[in-house]
């Protein structure tokens, strides 16, 4: 079943309105016909099964069946990703977006080598939101999250400081019991924030800025990735968190 988004605006008593490029997708790649079912989101928590009634050249025009359980994690979770090398971020986005993730930061740490500025940025941002809203409609979503734009290291810190945890995983943490205490003390409705260094990891430097105000954990015995990593925290915080 086919998952799309729309604002509360087109959602009324007769039904959901679906226009813009969607309507393409609908009429001339998937092709669908009238009676065919599907999943619509208002990005709000209103998630609903419908089904479509007409198709025209500028909108779609629903029916809903019934209002159906939304699928976003008890936790709102931001990824703060240190940009990779070449195109890890897309399958990075990708994967965090199917597991939970409601932000992904890009944060150029000093270990990065991919250096990103101005049109460059922009471009890349666009492309990354693009592969989110992909994502989202792929694994029924009942959000879009939110692609960020890139900052520092010190600007991603200071955003945590809004969040009610952040965890950094790191080779040199404690042990994986101390990893489950903490990630056992998580609350539903809380925020979460995730940092993952780049390919080089984070920098001494980087480590001291936050000792003590983020939770130094590991992932395990082996060392991961960094298109690993985030993956690994999310599904552990989706296993701890989800009934």
Not at 55 to 74: D, F, M, N, W
Not at 180 to 199: M, N
Request: aromatic share 6%; with cysteine.
């Amino acid at each position: 079943m086919f998952q799309f988004f729309v604002s509360p605006g087109q959602i009324t008593p007769e039904g959901v309105v679906i226009t813009g490029s969607d309507v393409n997708h609908i009429k001339n790649a998937l092709r669908m016909k009238s009676g065919e079912q599907v999943r619509v989101s208002d990005q709000q928590g209103g998630n609903f099964l419908c089904e479509v009634a007409a198709i025209s050249q500028e909108q779609v025009a629903l029916k809903i069946i019934r209002p159906c359980a939304g699928t976003e994690l008890p936790v709102k979770a931001t990824l703060f990703q240190g940009l990779p090398k070449g195109d890890k971020m897309e399958m990075i986005i990708q994967k965090g977006v199917e597991l939970g993730a409601c932000e992904i930061v890009p944060v150029a740490m000093q270990n990065c080598i991919v250096k990103l500025d101005g049109k460059k940025a922009a471009a890349r941002q666009a492309r990354w939101q693009a592969i989110a809203e992909s994502a989202a409609k792929q694994s029924k979503r009942s959000l879009i999250p939110q692609v960020l734009p890139v900052r520092s290291f010190a600007e991603a810190v200071e955003y945590a400081k809004t969040l009610d945890l952040c965890l950094m995983p790191y080779e040199q943490a404690r042990g994986m019991a101390y990893t489950r205490e903490v990630f056992g003390k998580i609350e539903k409705g809380s925020s979460v924030g995730i940092f993952i260094g780049p390919e080089g990891g984070f920098s001494p430097k980087e480590i001291q800025a936050v000792e003590g105000r983020m939770e130094l954990v590991t992932l395990g015995n082996r060392i991961l990735r960094t298109e690993t990593a985030g993956v690994a925290a999310l599904a552990m915080l989706a296993y701890e968190m989800e009934a």
